[in-house]
């Protein structure tokens, strides 16, 4: 091979050779830059996790720290008000029609059981004592009590407590569905069950109302009652499914993950 050619030949070779090297190191460039951009996309995502945690956190205490002050309120305050108004009817004598006196009496002693229920179904201590299924089982009573509905609950004999802080995130939760139930599905049956499964807790409200229709959720300012069970299911790894229809009732099923399964 006549020596030009030969010169020509290497430099072809190496001319390729470099811009081989050339466009290995461009693609190493690109690869670590996107790499780099995943990594810092993970950890903006990270963060902005956890600052919602935090803020749906300090929401969740502030909410607590209102629902004691208002259980203090109520027995300190109006249940004893209350209580010394009726007190104060047997002072009035035969001024007062018996038959007027009685229903007095009757709505005034009513006020006041009520309020008791309420501040009890408020406050996170009773909850810590008698257990977060005990405090289901006492919601639904309440709520037969009112004549309006019916009520069924069911819990598998080898449920476990979870721990405190998520027992009470799960009942304001539930309380959240049947506040829902009450005020939207002219219901007049709610069913509760509860059991546990090998990796989660499930959590399942049933009502027989009216039903609607899905898809609207996803509608600005649609579902905001849903949206507050959705934040509270964040802080302890849980999700919510809701299965309605028109005229079918809805049913809304709480996935409460293990701290165990959580990888």
Do not use: W
């Amino acid at each position: 091979m006549p020596k030009q050619q030969e010169d020509i030949l290497i430099t072809i070779v190496v001319a390729s050779v470099f811009f081989i090297l050339i466009g290995s190191f461009l693609l190493l460039i690109v690869f670590v830059f996107l790499r780099r951009q995943r990594k810092n996309k993970e950890e903006k995502e990270e963060m902005r996790n956890r600052f919602e945690q935090t803020l749906l956190k300090t929401q969740l205490e502030i909410q607590e720290q209102a629902f004691s002050y208002i259980c203090q309120e109520i027995h300190d305050n109006i249940g004893q008000i209350l209580s010394l108004a009726r007190l104060n009817l047997n002072t009035f004598g035969d001024a007062v029609p018996e038959e007027k006196f009685n229903q007095t009496d009757d709505l005034l002693g009513k006020a006041i059981k009520d309020l008791r229920d309420l501040s009890h179904n408020l406050q996170n201590n009773r909850i810590h004592n008698i257990g977060i299924i005990e405090s289901i089982r006492q919601l639904l009573i309440s709520l037969e009590k009112t004549g309006r509905f019916r009520t069924s609950f069911h819990t598998s004999d080898n449920f476990h407590i979870l721990d405190v802080n998520t027992d009470i995130i799960i009942y304001r939760m539930i309380q959240e569905i049947i506040n829902n139930i009450i005020k939207h599905a002219a219901a007049n049956s709610i069913d509760v069950e509860v059991k546990n499964e090998e990796e989660s807790t499930i959590i399942q409200i049933r009502d027989n109302g009216i039903g609607f229709d899905t898809s609207l959720l996803s509608q600005e300012r649609s579902g905001i009652g849903l949206q507050n069970i959705i934040n509270r299911a964040k802080m302890i790894n849980a999700t919510v499914d809701v299965k309605s229809a028109p005229g079918n009732g809805t049913v809304i099923t709480l996935f409460i993950k293990s701290k165990s399964s959580v990888i």
